[in-house]
Each structure stands twice: as C-alpha cells, then as structure tokens.
C-alpha cells in the first residue's frame, strides 16, 4: 500500500463482514478460579471459515494453558456494536472482544475501558496502516488478524453470454447497468437494511469525485466540508442508479446477515454486488459451485471527478481487544497474541480469503493473491466512514445515505444535514479534547 489515510487521532478503520445469530450468553469477562480453572469469554461476529480460524487459535491456546478454557460468543453482525455496548456499560462484557478500531473503539478507550496492550504486542508482527486503527496518543488498544478492500463482484459467466466486459470507467458501468436491466436481470444486488451496504457507493462517488483529501478535510475541518460538491454528486449518482432501476425493490427492508443480497447473485436474478473481499469467503461457505463464475473488478472512475479507480474502500477488520474490567488480563492479552498469530493469519487468508494485517503471511490461494495485489497496487485506501467517525455523526452518515437509496431526501438534503451534524459534533469533540 503506497499511501494510507490517517485521520486525526482516530487513524484507519473497517467494516466487517455478516455472521449468523449467535448464543445469547451475556458472559461477562470474570475469570473462574473454581477447582484451579481459569476462563475467558471471547466475543466476535466471524462465520465459516473464519470462525474455524478462531476456533483453531483458541484451541491451540487452551492446549498451551493448562486449566484455561475460552468460551466463544458469536454475535450476529448487525446488533453486535449495541449488544457490547450495553455489556461495556452494565460492566459486564467479556473479556476479549471484536472491534474495528477507530472512532468506535476510542469512545471505549476514552471511558477506560479498554485494556493498555502496548507492552502485551509486538506490533512489528502487524502492517503498519492495519495496527494503526487502534493506537491512540501512542498507545496501543488492539491487534488486527485482517485487512478489506470492496471491490465490484460479478457472474463472469453472464456478462461473457451477454458480451459485456468488465468496466473501466464509470460511462461503461452505466452501459452495463442498462444492459442487465434490459435483460431483466437486476445490475446490483443490494440489502440495505442494516445501511453500511449502501454506503460503500456513497463512499466511493464522493471520492471519485472529490479525490483522495476530501474526507481528510471535512473530517479534520480544514478545507472541504460534508456539503461539499462532490459529496452532493455522489447523492445525485446512487439516485441516478435508483432512477435506472438498479437496485432490487424494496432494498432498504432486505437483510444482509441473512444473505438476501448474495442469493440474488447465486441465482442469477442480479449480476453484479459491490462488497468487501469476504465475498469470497462468504461465497465458499454458502455456495462454493458458484465460486468458477465470480469475478471482480475496482469502482471505475469518473470523467472529470479526481478520483483514480486504484482508490480503493477497505479497512481493517477484525481487531481484537481486551476489556480493561477483565480480571484475567494478562491472559486475555496473550489470546489476543495467538488469535492474531501468523498461523491464525495464514488460515483465514487461504481458507477464507481474507487478506492479512499480519507480516509475512504466505498466499497459497491464488485468488487470495490477487486480491492482495489490489491492495499493494493501490495508490491510496479510503477508510469505511462508519467505523472512522465518530459515532454520532456515523448514525447520520448511515442514515442519510439509505435515506438517499430511498428517494426520501434529496442529494443536497443529505450533504447539509452531515455538515451540521459534523459541525455541532466534531465541536464537542474537540472542546472535550481541549479540556483533557
């Protein structure tokens, strides 16, 4: 990666991929010294063979802990930030938990919640833009197994019968897009219920048109704002795609935990889903047949916009932290250091396709590979807003975006209430920030 955003005090960031429901054991993070036994409950939103992966860790890690046993809750995706915080705020969570570092962590580790694993890690084992999410004032609050990038999936297979190629610029996008409705195949699958969906196309217009400072601005306040033009564009363009029919109906109610959006790819009701590199993973889990006619290929550019397409939307997911309430810390510390090991690395990347926030980690799976070089060919990295900014203004940034997918706010509607959102919260944050 040649050139990474950093922002503020709050650094890189992810969004993460679906998982099914999960236990709803609310174990909190106590350790258990009952009959010479020691616990941990670790939290996390992984499936298939992801979830093998961390399995696999923790099994090695009780095996190396005599008396240790781990217990791991998987959360459903969606309720997962809320569900933590409760537990965080009820002084009950557990004592390893999944974050995407960034503004969502920090307002743990703000409240002293998070354990200090500066002297626990060895962060020379981890990329540098992957460990960054979770550093703050040099500090370091987690470690990162994974890396993402979304990319534009498509059935290569359909578009070879229809004679369509992979586009470069957005100009031939739109062509694609009229020629799979024409033909009565929905363009882009689309479950926007849960909202980050959607915002991965907010996220790139703007950037395509805005190019790779316009964020960095209107975050740190300095220069651009969130009403800027490009941001106004890129709402009039997810409604021209509305407008084009290139969404499925009723997008905004459809569930992508479930896999409403993928189905629609696996039976070839839509041709095309732009989604985070999970996609292949998910793809290998759900319907690994359907893997020979998955392809893919980056948002394109847009003429006139200063955006490249090697600008890619990604982050860093997950990141493993360590309840500051936990009373087995320095434990919970060391299964953060096996979960995130290169062996834990190496299993996820080539099993499950996710690409590695760790040093040295060997592809064996050539499409992993490729995607990998997507990333190390990319001329800058657009941090998922939603995990970047603060949670209040990611709340309005997730809402007026679905609310654009719904034609119940104009373009310019959305840019204004951002900007007065950013402007009334970043003030706080900074005057807080001053007063410490």
Known sequence: MKKYLLIGSLSVVLMAAGCNSSSDDDASGSGDESGGSQSLTLWHIETGESEKALEDAVSRFEEDNEGVSVELVQQENDPYKSKLSVAMGGGAP???????????????????????????????????????????????YGAPLAMDVVPVWYNSEMFE????????????????VETLESNDIIPFSLANQSK???????????????????????????????????YVKAGERIQELVEMNAFPEGMNGMNFDTGQSRQLL?????????????MLGTTRDDMPEFEEKLDFFMFPSIKGGDGESNHVVGGVSPVFSVSESSEEKELAAALVNELTSKETAEQLANNDG?????????????????INDVLEEADYLQTFYDQTLPPE????????????????????????????????????????????
């Open 94 to 140: 557990p004592d390893v938990f999944h974050s995407w570092g960034g503004g969502w962590l920090e307002k743990f580790v703000d409240s002293g919640q998070v354990m200090d694993l500066t002297e626990e890690i060895d962060t020379e084992n981890y990329l540098e833009a992957a460990i960054s999410p979770a550093t703050f004032d040099e500090k370091v």
């Open 161 to 176: 019968e229809l004679g369509l190629e992979a586009p470069q610029t957005y100009e031939e996008l739109l062509e694609v």
């Open 196 to 230: 980050w969906p959607g915002a991965f196309y907010l996220m790139y217009f703007a950037e395509r048109y805005g190019g790779e400072e316009l964020f960095n601005e209107a975050f740190n306040r300095e220069g651009r704002t969130f009403d800027d033009e490009a």
């Open 266 to 278: 696996y039976s070839e009701k839509a041709g095309m889903e732009v989604m985070g590199n999970w």
């Open 354 to 370: 996710a690409l590695s926030a760790v040093e040295g980690v060997e592809y064996e799976d050539e499409y992993v590979q490729r």
């Open 393 to 436: 203004l990611a709340e309005v940034h997730l809402d007026t975006t679905q609310a654009l997918f719904g034609m119940s706010i104009t373009p310019e509607e959305a840019a204004a209430e951002m900007e007065a959102a950013a402007e009334e919260i970043l003030a706080e944050q900074d005057e807080e920030m001053e007063e410490e």
